[in-house]
């Protein structure tokens, strides 16, 4: 169905007809099928039985509604958000066990907060820009109606009429309204936060058959969205394209053609819940308008997506503000996948995911998962190396994954050239992590926080998520004049975004992404070229950094690179200081101890350091006059919230145009158990720049044995059939397309 023509029938002065129950998530079919099956899907019974002794013990424990004052991470907090997932799975085991004291607890649950609700002020913690009432802020208010309206669904049968209508008037509507129409500035916006809150009410209204709420999460607040003199051929209304709030934009603006959202994977991760379970309430209930075809199928694109972000490990890839160890075995992913194979196209990798996961979902579509994997139709998922594009159009620059070996000893290298990534995003253009067998070889920070732990500002955002995580030292790529790109300013990074220049992610002996950078510098611009070079001289792919620069001024460059483990060689001095001081006085800077200072030694430098019993090493293509930072995380950080790790910097002072190319070797190993060290030095003897133009930039690397590595770049033409002729040392050298290199 065509995105601007999502009808909603049924319009009539919020009456619909009568409705049988649950039919939101669990459905009457499903759960009749689910009943009948009951021990003979044994993966579907062990789960069962594990949350059935989980509700069990916590019923014991009596009802817990305590009028809210936490932060997150704090008593009441905790004890909101556990009473919200446990009446989600009590109304499930109800529904499925047929027992009526799951229903009586969900019942005694939801009166006590029905009997508080109207009275409760508003939260007293005023950390949030829009505060909740059960909680600190709008956000976990609507995470708790998701999950209750599940619930509520469930027991629906259970309860009489006038519980019922007690229930809407008490509880249910006014607590829908309160996130929507009283928060405006939550509600009515492009954000994963807007996202569950539209997912909230949605699913209410459609379990408490209120065609309003249905209205005002759809299309947000504003009555733009709908036309009253237009209709579709259905007589449903039609949604005007430039509507900007509600559940329908919020589809339409943050997801590229691919399905990648442009917050990035770890607020995907978490938005994927209520965007899925919304869908399949919609599905479910109003089957005509075919929701999951919305956008060109846009949602169920999004998890395998979701699930290609993913190292070796299943950890997502920590772009823009993310938690590091953030997984596909979170429930979000449990509950995504499970949704993603029922309601798409039943793909069964998706079924060796949920294997590794371990759990599904007690509803239709855990069901479905459970029984296929009975059956024996999972098959592996596999990850390739693959690019996905940013923005509603795929117009606003992308992401890159290129991996090489198998899935035990893969080599991850993960480029970023995307768009801002609406608040959460970091200010990194061109900027790209490394992974080795699912650990960080060169690392993106991630976030600063410490997600529900009280004790670290409640648990939300650290001052030095502002002051170091999203600043542009903290990431792999170029800083100019010791400041962030952009400015460090949201309105102005948000306007703009990277360009893929070209790539080449199926060819047997490389792998390529080239990107380009215009505007986080005034009169600067960035290309940068990272490849992936198969060749037997080399236990694994050598990656190799081409960064070129022009500018109109001379500027100080500083590339830093990230990395964990040991120093173990340089070819290079080293002065190190007794005295520490931070590098910088701001842009992250400031929180860079500066531990050691090297400079150039000749046309070749090298570091080697030591990680996860695997050794790397670093071989830059030096410039006279380069110098090499040591630094260390933790200056002025008097609450130490930022974790102590180590990055090395190459610093160009006094330059205009300018071209880094420099080398990562992933080599060798050591066991601690036979104490043997292996293949520990680098194979890299030099590597020099034959050619650096505005027009082409050449590079041999020269091996200790064998012919050397050259990389031809044709910086301003990408054009795949157009050739080229270069004159190096004398001897004319042509090729056809923006690149080419000779391996051996």
């Excluded at 066990?97 to 939260?123: C, F, G, N, S, W």
């Excluded at 005509?288 to 290609?308: C, M, P, Q, R, W």
């Excluded at 900027?431 to 080795?436: D, E, G, I």
């Excluded at 990680?611 to 030096?622: G, P, V």
Aim: aromatic letters at 12%; hydrophobic letters at 35%.
């Amino acid at each position: 169905m065509n995105k601007a023509l999502f009808s909603i029938v049924f319009l009539l002065a919020f009456i619909l007809k009568a409705q049988d129950h649950p039919n939101l998530i669990l459905t009457q079919a499903g759960v009749e099928e689910i009943r009948q099956n009951l021990g003979k899907v044994p993966f579907f019974d062990t789960h069962l039985a594990g949350v059935k002794a989980e509700v069990d013990a916590e019923i014991l424990t009596g009802v817990h509604v305590p009028i809210p004052k936490d932060m997150a991470g704090g008593y009441t907090h905790e004890r909101h958000k556990r009473n919200f997932l446990i009446l989600q799975k009590a109304g499930a085991l109800y529904q499925i066990l047929q027992q009526d004291k799951y229903a009586a607890y969900v019942k005694e649950v939801l009166m006590e907060y029905a009997r508080i609700y109207k009275t409760l002020p508003i939260h007293p913690q005023p950390r949030s820009y829009a505060r909740g009432k059960i909680f600190w802020q709008c956000l976990n208010d609507a995470n708790w109606l998701v999950y209750v309206s599940q619930a509520y669904d469930c027991i629906h049968p259970f309860l009489s009429k006038k519980e019922r209508k007690y229930l809407k008037k008490e509880l249910f509507r006014p607590f829908a309204d309160y996130i929507s129409i009283e928060n405006p500035q939550y509600f009515n916006r492009i954000h994963n936060h807007s996202t569950w809150g539209s997912a909230g009410v949605g699913m209410m209204g459609l379990v408490i058959q209120d065609e309003e709420l249905i209205q005002r999460a759809l299309y947000g607040l504003s009555k733009d969205g709908i036309d009253a003199n237009a209709k579709d051929n259905d007589g449903g209304f039609i949604k005007k394209a430039d509507e900007k709030a509600g559940f329908l934009a919020n589809i339409d603006a943050p997801f590229s053609p691919e399905g990648y959202y442009t917050e990035a994977p770890y607020y995907q991760r978490y938005a994927m819940y209520p965007y899925l379970l919304f869908a399949v309430g919609l599905h479910n209930v109003r089957p005509e308008e075919k929701i999951f075809d919305y956008n060109n199928g846009v949602l169920l694109k999004a998890v395998n997506t979701l699930l290609n972000l993913t190292d070796t490990d299943g950890e997502f890839y920590p772009l823009n503000d993310a938690q590091k160890g953030m997984s596909y075995f979170s429930r979000e992913l449990v509950s995504s996948v499970d949704i993603a194979y029922h309601y798409g196209n039943s793909n069964p990798g998706l079924l060796s995911i949920a294997e590794a996961q371990g759990k599904i979902t007690l509803d239709d579509a855990g069901f479905a998962v459970a029984k296929a994997l009975e059956e024996g139709k999972a098959v592996p998922f596999t990850k390739k190396s693959f690019e996905i594009t940013d923005g509603p159009n795929g117009k606003q620059g992308g992401i890159s994954i290129l991996r090489a070996g198998n899935i035990e000893d893969e080599l991850n290298l993960v480029a970023k050239y995307s768009a801002q990534g609406n608040s959460h995003g970091h200010y990194d253009k061109l900027s790209f992590s490394l992974y080795y067998k699912g650990d960080e070889v060169l690392q993106d920070y991630g976030l600063a926080r410490f997600v529900n732990i009280d004790q670290k500002n409640g648990g939300g955002y650290l001052k030095e998520n502002k002051t170091w995580a999203k600043q542009t030292i903290a990431h792999n790529t170029l800083v100019v004049n010791e400041t962030s790109h952009f400015n460090g300013k949201y309105e102005l990074g948000s306007q703009f975004h990277s360009s893929k220049y070209t790539s080449e992610l199926t060819d047997n002996s490389h792998q390529l992404i080239s990107a380009k950078e215009n505007n986080a510098y005034k009169d600067l611009q960035m290309h940068r070229t990272l490849i992936m070079v198969e060749d037997e001289r080399f236990e694994n792919p050598l990656v190799v950094d081409v960064f070129k620069v022009n500018a109109d001024n001379k500027n100080q460059y500083d590339l830093p690179y990230h990395y964990f483990g040991q120093v173990m060689t340089h070819n290079f001095a080293i002065e190190s200081y007794q005295s520490l001081v931070p590098l910088g006085e701001k842009d992250g800077y400031q929180h860079l101890w500066l531990k050691g200072k090297g400079n150039t030694k000749s046309s070749t430098d090298q570091l080697s350091w030591f990680s996860n019993n695997t050794f790397h090493t670093l071989s830059m293509a030096a410039k006279k006059g380069d110098s090499y930072l040591f630094t260390q995380l933790g200056a002025n950080d008097p609450e130490f919230n930022l974790r102590k790790d180590s990055s090395f910097i190459i610093r160009r002072e006094n330059t205009a145009n300018t071209l880094f190319v420099n080398t990562i070797e992933t080599h060798g190993s050591y066991s601690p158990v036979s104490e043997i060290a292996i293949n520990t030095r680098t194979k890299i003897k030099e590597i020099s720049v034959l050619v650096d133009t505005t027009e082409y930039s050449i590079v041999s690397i020269t091996l200790n044995e064998g012919a050397p590595i050259v990389i031809y770049l044709a910086n301003t033409n990408q054009n795949k059939n157009h050739s080229h002729t270069v004159l190096i040392n004398g001897v004319e050298k042509k090729w056809t397309g923006p690149y080419y290199i000779t391996i051996k």
